[in-house]
């Protein structure tokens, strides 16, 4: 492994040398750290190659792996994520990357009916990874900004992750490509480079278990459940809550959406009495709705207020500034939802 | 200047006449003119997302939508951009205020702040507004000019990709479909050299992306995409035989990426030398100008007076267009269905809580 360091150029040994990393530098390192592990890793998409991927996340892989394991593909995301299929089928394990994932729809039809049911056909589990940059928040407009997340939840046969730290997505990203089934991992690019998730992260390898949510912060008073660039404004709005109310809110980051943590959350519950979820995502068909039907099947007579959700406005994401932010929950949403639910 | 009542020396090519011709110029002058005002703006940070540039490009844009028959009043030809046809939709009438305000986000663009840059649509002036996955746009052409077949209207449409968009499935069912059910399509790839950083090598084997027509049974052409008449001559044969009932046409312009694929990107994987040889030698308005004064077909004067209306033009729409108001916070909320705002439920900020109402 100490070898393997010193070949690493310069982007890639952040961690090994103790400097901080961003969230999307953990990902470019755990998937290198994959394809030094695993010569059955390999990644195909747009633009990956020699130019490192629209948001750099694959930068210098082509150099150092060739361009067999790294590929870049036609614009055709039917035909790269099919091919990702076939190639697992036949002991490979791809990574898929979505330019953006807006562009994950193009390949729906591979994904939830062959990829999703390969398994339970009979024509064995498909080891592969569809990752790319998601959510709103940077003025990107209808097509640039999703979270689609919801589409792919109602879709057995498929596990879904979203991170919300650098930590996590380094772990995450690593257990996904390990997982024998398949996982779509999204990415928040309003997160992949701020700078306040910076942080420095273990030097040797490590794996973050699919289908386990964290505790980001202990509480008593309320619980937040939320994920990705959620977990951090419902993090603003637990610090403005202890500070103006004295209120103790918990929040719960699911981290992987499916499988869906239900132990962490119903635990969570059973200690507050009081839930808010939070989602970027679209208000109806949002994952609040699931999570509160899990609670009110298995620990309704823990709640002493009814469960509330902050969540994306039941529209396209709009481009212009000041509609994206009326669009999108905001701190204030969630200090308002909390503060209902302590009052009720 | 006692010759200029006399005849130009060479004829006008293409049944076009000297108007015509400054008016392609005026389009082609005015495409490059706005894209520049539009950077001194995106650095203003005035556009607020990214900003795509045709430069190099806008000859063939121009000059192929040229050839559309252009109505007011939703009887014309019609055409979907992509997203580095500016010039097709000024020709088609979008006007420079519209897509100041859509790159400026203001709440009176075309798509109310919804949308962005060019994704616009007026069904009146004939322009389908573009989404951003790639190739989209084919199969809904393909619908548009099926229902002009359906209703025995002699209209015609026209849709624009790259060549790396040709990979996409929905490239091949859309013309696919409109080749079997004879169309009245009009297909143009704009054959620039990349695809955001994919050279085209790397998109397809096809040694030309005319060879593709045959594939599909419909006709096909190859022009200099870079030859502004060139470029009209091959859109109006295909845009005739189109509305003489002879289908699909996939006409391949060869051309040239010469910025990044947006304003972000560097180029890092274009050579220099390649861009500033078709920079030099071979860009659309230095040609057409070469072009225009050479044959007599237009002076110096002409082309300056032009310039200097653009100019003028676009220094009263940036005006009018940065003192566009911004759109309202509950414009979210509407057009998502016709039947009203889709609801804003109490949980978000601009509304009391029911509980301490
Ligand atoms: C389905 C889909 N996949 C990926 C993208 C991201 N993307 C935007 S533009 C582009 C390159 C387009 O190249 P080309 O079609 O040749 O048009 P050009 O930009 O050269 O005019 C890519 C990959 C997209 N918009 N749609």
């Known amino acids: 492994m100490a070898t393997l360091i010193h070949d690493r150029p310069e982007h890639v040994r952040l961690s090994a040398e103790g400097k901080p990393v961003t969230l999307l530098e953990a990902i470019r390192e755990g998937i290198w750290e994959e394809m030094e592990r695993d010569e059955r890793v390999f990644l195909l998409g747009e633009d990956i190659g020699a130019y490192g991927g629209a948001f750099k996340v694959t930068e210098g892989m082509q150099e150092r792996f060739g361009a067999l394991r790294v590929i870049d593909t036609p614009i055709s995301e039917i035909g790269f994520t099919g091919a990702a299929a076939g190639a697992a089928h036949m002991g490979m394990r791809p990574v898929v990357e979505m330019q953006f994932i807006d562009f994950i729809s193009c390949a729906y039809d591979m994904i939830t009916n062959y990829i999703a049911t390969s398994r339970y056909r009979g024509s064995g589990g498909v080891p592969m990874v569809i990752r790319g940059p998601s959510g709103g928040g940077v003025r990107g407009g209808p097509f640039h900004s999703q979270n689609p997340e919801m589409a792919f939840f109602h879709t057995p046969g498929l596990k879904i992750v979203y991170p919300s730290t650098a930590y996590d997505a380094k772990g995450l990203i690593k257990a996904a490509i390990r997982d024998p089934d398949p996982v779509l991992f999204f990415e928040h690019k309003w997160l992949y480079r701020r700078p306040q998730l910076r942080e420095v992260l273990p030097a040797e390898d490590y794996t973050v278990p699919l289908g386990e949510a964290r505790t980001h912060r202990e509480g008593t008073d309320v619980s937040i459940v939320t994920y990705a660039a959620m977990v951090h404004k419902s993090q603003e709005a637990a610090e403005q809550l202890q500070r103006e109310d004295g209120l103790s809110v918990e929040i719960i980051d699911l981290r992987t959406l499916l499988p869906l943590d239900e132990e962490a959350i119903l635990a969570s519950v059973r200690k507050t009495n009081r839930l808010l979820v939070v989602h970027e995502d679209t208000r109806t068909g949002g994952i609040a709705g699931e999570i509160a039907m899990r609670v009110n099947e298995k620990a309704f007579e823990w709640l002493d207020a009814p469960i509330l959700r902050v969540a994306a406005l039941d529209a396209p994401i709009p481009y212009s500034p000041p509609l994206e932010d009326f669009f999108l929950p905001g701190v204030e949403d969630i200090v308002k939802a909390v503060r209902h639910l302590a009052a009720y | 200047m006692p010759n200029q009542t006399e005849a130009p020396p060479v004829e006008i090519p293409h049944a076009l006449v000297r108007g015509d011709l400054l008016a392609l110029y005026r389009y082609i002058r005015l495409t490059r003119t706005l894209e520049e005002r539009l950077v001194n703006l995106h650095r203003q940070n005035k556009v607020v997302g990214g900003l795509f540039r045709s430069l190099g490009q806008e000859g063939e844009s121009v000059a192929s939508a040229f050839a559309l028959r252009r109505r007011t009043d939703g009887t014309g030809d019609m055409l979907s951009p992509l997203i580095r046809n500016l010039g097709s939709m000024l020709v088609m009438g979008a006007e420079p205020v519209e897509v100041l305000r859509q790159y400026m986000a203001k709440g009176d663009s075309p798509a109310r702040g919804k949308e962005l840059n060019i994704h616009f649509t007026d069904y009146q002036r004939g322009f389908v507004g573009q989404i951003s996955p ?78 593709k027509a045959p594939g599909y049974g419909v006709a096909g052409e190859q022009v200099d995409g870079n030859d502004v008449l060139a470029v009209y001559g091959a859109a109006r044969r295909a845009v005739d035989r189109a509305r003489e009932g002879g289908g699909v046409t996939l006409i391949e312009v060869i051309t040239f990426r010469r910025l990044g694929h947006a304003q972000h990107d560097n180029q890092s994987y274009q050579s220099v030398e390649e861009i500033e040889r078709w920079a030099s030698t071979n860009d659309p308005l230095d040609r057409y100008v070469a072009t225009l004064l050479g044959n007599g077909w237009a002076s110096e004067a002409d082309l300056a007076g032009l310039d200097t209306q653009v100019e003028r033009e676009l220094d009263d729409a940036i005006a009018v267009a940065d003192a566009s108001p911004l759109p309202q916070d509950e414009d979210t909320l509407l057009d998502v269905y016709a039947d009203g705002p889709v609801p804003l439920p109490w949980t978000r900020h601009t509304l009391p809580d029911p509980a301490r109402a």
């Open chain 2, 134 to 211: 790639l190739g989209d746009m084919v199969p809904v052409m393909t619908g548009v000019t099926l229902t002009f077949r359906q209703r025995g209207e002699e209209r015609v449409g026209m849709v624009y990709l790259g060549e790396g968009a040709t990979s996409t499935g929905a490239f091949h069912e859309g013309i696919n479909f409109a080749a079997v059910q004879r169309c009245p399509l009009v297909v143009i790839v704009e054959s620039n050299g990349y695809a955001y950083s994919t050279p085209t090598a790397k998109q397809s084997a096809v040694k030309a992306f005319v060879d």
